[in-house]
């Protein structure tokens, strides 16, 4: 079948749910007598010591067995040692079968190859894939194919029960006796603990696992003692300097440069930019440059964003401290800057994974979006962004909020160079759909913006703006023309992953290539 982004979809996939086709970013909505799912009800009596003596004896008390699903999170991005350390004590339990859920794969975690080659771990459910990990699942068959899913979209999954989590593993910077969990204090403090609290509070056995643990009762608490039902003291979690790493960096790259000044403009003259605008920016160079340019701008118009939202980066926590956004809700804190700010500033909100982005609730911060940044792997003349797959067709990024931002924000920018190296970054088709062009507005790349044709008042409000206006046509040409027409990617009928939109419809599949 074809779904409504033109991708060709299967009926039916081995080892898959249902398929239910991408129909609209809003098509797809829970039944009427849909409700959220929960964990077990358990009790606790006073005189209860939750605290076990290693891992090994966590992984016994959980309950832990063939079969079952994990899941862990990626707060500590690079510096985290919990999941691949638990998943090497499962491994030497004998254990198998098991599916793992995190909320993120980074590189770190190339050590778990050889478990999903053992078939302890036969599969994964995901936002994001890095690095060899990434190259393994889509280069070798495991038991069913990887699921990715938006950040949105996982919570989405977790909260109806399409998900369903046996036992959270949660790293945990510091921890009480009786289990409160906050990011903001020990030695491995990561900040916001926002994907780890959807997690406690649906899974049905909860573990934390933490190198700093203090008498009860912490303050603050992130994650509650009644959603914890072991702890684990070890030497360390996890080396904080590990965050800011991968895609997160600042940049002095001119290009970097050209394409936030440009996409600054779009923000200044598309038509939302007035006092008490809400917008996010994403992680990648491109995207946090550009709040340095829009901070000259809202300084010089005298306007304040009444809030920023997403994962939270330190130059937004300037930009609070001068007034300039009165409120920051994080969701993931991406440097000692942010954490810092986290824990001292009552203007910094932590918040959770379901009110960043789930679509299915009653109402996901993404909806009161008027811009959002975001970058991109590749983009195609239909606005079809890919953030997932390389030139090789090899899994390397993450959905992460890309496409749940996308959805919400009145006005979807999109940032890209025309060219990396030599390869053309617009495209007549992306290789995999990951955010649906009917969602994206406008693509600024260093050569020139294209605005989507459906948006009349956008194409409006930029004339006259200065900007090297052009057609998505006229991009493609001129990428073409300067790096060459890529040929045709060969790959195989072998489904190895499948790419859920945030409402778990199927927006695209992706297929082993044969390299």
């Known amino acids: 079948m074809i779904n409504a982004a033109g991708r060709e979809i299967p009926t039916s996939i081995q080892g898959y749910k249902n398929i239910v086709p991408y129909a609209g970013p809003f098509a797809t909505q829970p039944s009427a007598d849909a409700r959220k799912a929960g964990p077990k009800l358990k009790a606790i009596y006073p005189g209860t010591n939750k605290l076990l003596q290693s891992i090994e004896e966590a992984i016994e008390a959980s309950g832990l067995r063939d079969g079952m699903t994990i899941s862990f999170h990626h707060a500590l991005r690079n510096g985290d040692y919990v999941m691949n350390a638990v998943i090497k004590a ?32 036969v599969g994964a459910q995901t936002s994001g894939l890095r690095n060899k990990l990434g190259q393994f ?23 109806s029960g399409e998900l369903k989590i046996d036992v959270a593993f949660i790293a945990a910077p510091a921890c009480d006796t009786y289990g409160n969990i ?16 959807v997690d406690a509070r649906m899974a049905d056995t ?29 030497d360390c979690i996890g080396d904080p300097k590990g965050i800011s790493t991968g895609a997160l960096r600042l940049t002095s790259n001119p ?45 010089r118009d005298k306007v304040a964003a009444s809030f920023a939202i997403g994962g939270i980066v330190g130059p937004f926590c300037d930009l609070l ?13 991406f440097d000692t800057r942010t954490i810092q700010s986290i824990r001292d500033n009552p203007r910094h909100q932590e918040y959770d994974c379901t009110f960043y982005a789930n679509p299915w609730n009653k109402g996901p911060m993404v909806n009161k979006l008027d811009y959002v940044v975001l970058g991109a792997t590749e983009v195609d ?44 970054m617009v495209t007549d088709a992306v290789q995999t759909i990951s955010t649906p062009g009917e969602t994206v507005d406008v693509i600024v790349t260093d050569r020139g913006v294209a605005v989507n044709p459906k948006r009349a008042d956008l194409i409006e409000n930029l004339k006259g703006s200065g900007l090297p206006l052009m057609t998505i046509e006229q991009l493609r040409n001129m990428a073409y023309e300067l790096g060459g027409k ?25 297929k082993r290539p044969l390299l």
């Open 137 to 159: 699942l889509t280069t070798n068959k495991i038991s069913t194919p990887t699921i990715l899913r938006t950040h949105g979209g996982r919570v989405r999954a977790i909260e």
């Open 255 to 299: 290009r970097d440069l050209q394409i936030a000044k440009l996409a600054a403009k779009v923000i200044e003259r598309g038509g939302y930019f007035k006092e008490g605008f809400g917008m996010q920016l994403g992680a990648g160079a491109a995207s946090v440059a550009t709040g340095k340019y829009l901070r000259d701008v809202m300084i």
């Open 182 to 197: 906050n990011g903001v204090d020990g030695p491995a403090a990561c900040g916001s603990m926002g994907y780890a609290m």
């Open 486 to 510: 890529p040929a045709p990617l060969k790959i195989s009928d072998e489904i190895v992953a499948v790419v859920e939109y945030r409402d778990g419809s199927v927006l695209d599949v992706i």
């Open 206 to 234: 909860v573990v934390a696992i933490t190198d700093n643990l203090v008498d009860h009762p912490i303050c603050p608490v992130s994650i509650p003692q009644h959603q914890v039902d072991f702890i684990v003291k070890v």
């Open 321 to 333: 401290d001068e007034g300039l956004i009165r409120t920051l809700f994080d969701v993931q804190s």
């Open 90 to 121: 499962i491994a030497q339990k004998g254990i198998k079968g098991l599916t793992l859920a995190p909320s993120s794969f980074l590189d770190t975690n190339d050590a778990l190859i050889p478990y999903f080659q053992q078939g302890v771990l």
């Open 381 to 424: 003349v239909n606005f079809n962004v890919n953030v997932m797959t390389d030139s090789n067709g090899i899994m390397m990024g993450a959905l992460g909020g890309h496409p749940d931002a996308s959805a919400g924000a009145k006005c979807t920018i999109i940032v890209a160079p025309l060219l990396r190296g030599r390869l053309p």
